[in-house]
């Protein structure tokens, strides 16, 4: 069994989860409305206009401040900590601001025009040229162009319209890193690849094995960038990327099995080996490009997808000299593995009951619960009308039927309910045989993580959440 992260959803996630996904014919991503009053808004000092694409609301806004990637104490934070120590020599960029503009979160990073990324129902936009970034990658560009370090890691906190559920948050934290070489620096090797090859013996060895069938390079699935790079050197880069990416997973999951063992488990040197396998991927941004599973309590995990960076990239950010490799993780998933954290709103509590039980100081410890309050679920029903309006503007949501998105539906619950939401879901779907209308019927779990929630509460914001949907999708209920 391979299970996918999805929630970790790196740069290298979105794009492979796109290719076969594309904004259908004739719609647009946007239509500008009219009789609105757009004002400017102000983010931590920093005034910016609002126009018809403007989709963001006050509760994701509020967030910005958290970043839990840099809360000293956080699971977060010592899950970037933990990765960061296995690249010394790295310069760390861990205070960009998250408010972008749209060509660095796609432009730069070779997004097509009709990407579904670009979408309202899955990005959030301050305006028609910028957005919330939905990826650390929106900073490549602007780093490899800076040049300060021949090798970098960006921890950031990124924003995207998704699913409500345990493992999925409108905002998330992504960890991604890139090494590069440059062809113009002297060297007392012969040839690149030899230079690069000494870069590889420098690094630290490990006795786990790790499945890697695949050639480095498949001229049909893995291709080289034949006019940039020879196959020489980028089986030495395929060669560094690697080695340099098992010792992070291993001392992830090492630690991660050391949090959770019980006393009555095995040794450690009882236990079986931790299996890693390489899988060939496909990423518009890397070439060749893999991504790194690791089976975990009986099922294959991907954790993480790289590979060489495309030229095209390198060139456009004044580095036509340079080649070198990149990968992306999410940490949020990597913490909850760590930590065994269960659901993802954890991470966003206050209460010192959870937040106490971490320290940098001391060794990783398995997340003990707190309490356990009863779930809540609730079922609402509704024919779908052919507009929605949800995503921002009017006509915002384009895809599905009609203009129907299900972001629309999880946006409206976070925003009724915040973290006491735990779960939405489709569990039902119907077209009427003669009219060819749609309906849908969404299961809503309320739940806190803190308290019980009475009936009084419940029925409240499931009232409110019916008529809001009501108000902005313009369903009707049933």
Known sequence: MRITLRASRSLFYLARSAKA???????????????????????????????????????????????????????????????????????????LFPIVSVAQNFD?????????????????????????????????????????????????????????????????????????????????????????WADVAALPTHSMQVSDPSPTIDPEHNPLQSAHHTAEEVEAMAAHLKRSLENVVISIFTAARAASASPSDQPPQDREPLQMRWVTAYFPFTSPSWELEVL????????????????????????????????????????????SIPDIR????????????????????????????????????????????????????????????????MEIARDVAGDLVEDVRLVDEFSHPKTGRRSLCYRVNYRSLERTLTNVESNELHERFRQQLVERLGVELR
């Not at 931590?44 to 967030?63: F, V």
């Not at 590979?307 to 990597?334: N, T, Y």
């Open 296 to 339: 975990w309590q009986d099922t294959w995990l991907e954790v993480l997808g790289c590979g060489i960076i495309s030229h095209s990239i390198l060139s456009a950010a004044d580095q036509p000299s340079r080649l070198g490799w990149a990968f992306g993780v999410g940490l949020e998933r990597i913490a909850m593995l760590l930590f």
């Open 346 to 409: 954890l991470f966003w509590s206050k209460d010192p009951r959870f937040l106490s039980q971490f320290s940098a100081a001391g060794e990783m410890k398995r997340f003990v619960p707190f309490s356990k309050h009863p779930a809540c679920f609730k079922d609402v029903s509704f024919w779908v009308k052919g507009t929605s309006s949800a995503a921002g503007g009017l006509g915002g949501s384009v895809s599905g039927e009609g203009g129907f998105h299900e972001n629309d539906v």
């Open 21 to 95: 996904e594309r904004l259908a014919p004739g719609r647009q991503r946007c239509c500008y409305s009219s009789g609105h009053n757009f004002k400017d808004i102000t983010i931590e000092g920093r005034p910016y206009k609002t126009d018809s694409w403007m989709n963001t609301p006050a509760s994701i806004l509020s967030s910005i401040p958290r970043r839990l990637h840099l809360q000293p104490d956080h699971p977060i934070s010592l899950t970037r900590q933990l990765i960061e120590s296995h690249f010394p020599g790295f310069t760390y960029h861990n205070d």
């Open 108 to 196: 730069s990073l070779n997004f097509p025009p009709d990407h579904p990324g670009r979408s309202r129902t899955d990005t959030y936009y301050i305006n028609r040229d910028t957005v919330l970034r939905t990826h650390t990658s929106a900073h490549q560009a602007d780093t490899f162009r800076a040049n300060e370090n021949s090798g970098f890691l960006i921890s950031a906190d990124v924003y995207r319209r998704d699913a409500v559920d345990r493992s999925h948050y409108p905002v998330f934290h992504q960890m991604e890193g890139a090494k590069t070489w440059n062809r113009n620096d002297p060297t007392s090797h012969s040839t690149l690849a030899a230079q690069i």
